[in-house]
Each structure stands twice: as C-alpha cells, then as structure tokens.
C-alpha cells in the first residue's frame, strides 16, 4: 500500500483533492471569501503539481541537477510527491475550516501562494534557464496573483490584526520547513547547509 501510495502520489493527491473540492460544492452553502479562496488554492495546486511534475514537468529534475547535485530513482521522485500532498492539504484545509476564527491562517495560505510564484521566477535565474520558463511558472503565477489579491481584501475588509499578517508568513515558513526537511530526509539525509553552498556555487559560476 504505501509502496502504491509513493508511485502514484500525484494521482492519489489529485484524486482525494478534486473529491474534496466537490464535497465542499455540492454540500456546503454560503461560503466565506476565506473558505472560497483555500478551495480556489486547492485546485490551483492540483494544475501547479501537473504542471510542475508531468505536464511539461521537469521542475524536481532542475532541484536534483542544480541544487541537490545527486541523481535520484523514479520512485524517490514520485515519493517525494506524497510529502509535498500533505504539506498542501495542511494549508489548505485547517485554513478553510478555522481561518474565519484565526485569519493568520489564511494569510500563511495567501503567502504560500506568493512565495510559489516568486521562487519560480528565482529559479530561471538560479539555474541560468535559456528560456524564461520553469515548470509550474504559469500556475505559480496564477497562485502568486491569487495571494496578494486575498491578502489586499482581507486588509480593505479589517479582517485579522496586525500580528495576523506579521506571523501568518511564519506559520507558512514553519509548515514548509518540515515538509523540505522530510523531502531532504528522503533524498539522503541532505543539510540545508549543503543546499545553500550548492546554490551559492551555482551563482558563483554564472
């Protein structure tokens, strides 16, 4: 079971998503801007992880090349794919459930959204791309514009305090921390310290 679950993460994760996505249309009414905005970021994720993983795919095999310089098996690469599922449905999901309540939440979602379309662009940089494209850019995009239109409403509508969209950023980075100490487990057991000479290095060589 968790050999299939690792083989067939991307279609595991789509699946329990879109089914999820449904649910919430056919059985809840009345949605919040809030819960609106942690399902639209659901789907995107779904078209991101497509996007950035098979169609036209290559993202992760830009990571292996240029930052984690080792080779990996088919089967860590789509493992790795499970992580990353979990990571989303935690940013999603508890924001759409309690955000009303704890808005920092919803602003940890609307920073990952953000953080997504910068590191995109980053990357045509980091690793000296001859075209202006990495896989997942378009929809990273799409999530980035998405977050910084969430957080413009949630300020002109005086939703959440100031140490809402201090600490929602933090919350975010703490989830993505985990999530990237888990992948780098998977991989070998890689340091940060590592990545972050790997990526200095292939800055230093442009």
Not at 106 to 114: G, L
Not at 172 to 192: D, E, I, T
């Amino acid at each position: 079971m968790i050999k299939f679950m690792k083989h067939y993460a991307l279609e595991v994760y789509t699946v329990i998503a879109m089914l999820m996505i449904t649910l919430v249309g056919m059985c809840m009414d009345n949605l919040t801007v809030i819960q609106q905005f942690a399902v639209w970021v659901s789907f995107l994720c779904i078209l991101h992880e497509w996007e950035e993983g098979r169609y036209p795919g290559g993202f992760l095999d830009l990571i292996q090349s240029h930052v984690l310089q080792r080779d990996l098996d088919e089967e860590t690469k789509r493992g790795s794919r499970l992580i990353t599922a979990v990571f989303i449905y935690v940013i999603t999901i508890v924001p759409f459930f309690y955000a009303d309540r704890l808005p920092m939440l919803i602003v940890a979602t609307a920073s990952f959204c953000i953080f997504e379309g910068i590191i995109h662009v980053v990357g045509i940089r980091i690793f000296r791309l001859p075209k202006p494209y990495t896989p997942g850019l378009v929809t990273a995009e799409v999530e980035l514009v998405s977050g910084v239109c969430l957080i413009l409403y949630l300020v002109n509508s005086h939703i959440g305090a100031w140490y809402d969209y201090v600490f929602g950023p933090f919350v975010f980075l703490a989830c993505f921390v985990l999530m990237q100490r888990s992948l780098m487990a998977m991989v070998g057991n890689l340091g940060y310290r590592d990545v972050l000479a790997n990526v200095r290095k292939r800055l230093s060589n442009r």
